[in-house]
């Protein structure tokens, strides 16, 4: 079982929808989640991160965080053609010393059409 | 922009040969980390750097090596190239919890 799972899609949908991403872990020791969006050929952009449990909202963006279920999500609200792109799930145990590495899902996949 | 920046931004080399990959830090981070993704994957992590010091590995062999230098600038050297190790290249830098990504450098191995 790899530590950090995501679907990698690709998920298609309609300009204005609400977009559901979702990551599952195994790990129970992450403490940091991000979430990061890669345009084809580019390195990853941090959108946001949250630590341990709970919600945090910038702007479209919404990133939930459940680690009773080792769960998480990004919630992307009237979607937009300029969203389509990769968006990678990430996470990690600590920062600083030799636990700070962030261990990545495979990505997903997403295309907003017009 | 994050204010990484990473040089070449592609390359290409023969089986066998040597590569240096270079990075500039955003400024204030005093943490690199690289991370190699392959096609279609996410990023790998190959090590950390923290003032200078390796701070951590992932599972990648000894001929990927790497410094970083007092600006907190940093390099990633791989020698003996294999045709796996082509991928992107990836630098980020960090202060704190949150890791900033450079473009990345596009290795192709032939």
């Known amino acids: 079982q790899k530590e950090v799972e995501q679907d990698p899609g690709p998920l298609s949908v309609p300009e204005g929808a609400i977009v559901s991403l979702n990551c599952t872990y195994s790990?129970?020791?992450?403490?940091?989640f991000m979430w990061y969006r890669q345009y084809s050929r580019k390195g990853p952009e941090l959108l946001m991160y949250t630590y341990s449990s709970g919600n945090k909202e910038d702007g479209r963006f919404t990133a939930q965080v459940d680690k009773s279920s080792k769960y998480i999500s990004l919630f992307i609200r009237d979607s937009q053609p300029s969203d389509s792109a990769t968006y990678l799930c990430?996470?990690?145990?600590?920062?600083?010393?030799?636990?700070?590495?962030?261990?990545f899902g495979k990505g997903t996949k997403l295309s907003v059409k017009p | 922009e994050t204010g990484v920046t990473q040089s070449p931004t592609h390359l290409i080399k023969t089986r066998g040969q040597q590569v240096t990959l270079r990075c500039s830090s955003q400024s204030g981070h005093n943490t690199v980390s690289w991370y190699q993704q392959a096609l279609g994957q996410g990023p790998q992590f190959i090590f950390q750097y923290y003032r200078e010091e390796e701070n951590g590995r992932g599972n990648f062999p000894p001929r990927f090596s790497g410094l970083q230098f007092p600006n907190y600038s940093s390099e990633l050297n791989v020698n003996a190239l294999e045709l796996d190790d082509s991928a992107l290249y990836l630098c980020?830098?960090?202060?704190?919890?949150?890791?900033?990504f450079g473009p990345g450098t596009r290795l192709t191995v032939t």
């Open positions: 790990n129970s020791a992450f403490q940091y």
């Open positions: 980020a830098s960090s202060l704190g919890a949150g890791e900033y």
């Open positions: 990430a996470m990690k145990r600590n920062y600083g010393g030799s636990q700070g590495n962030l261990i």
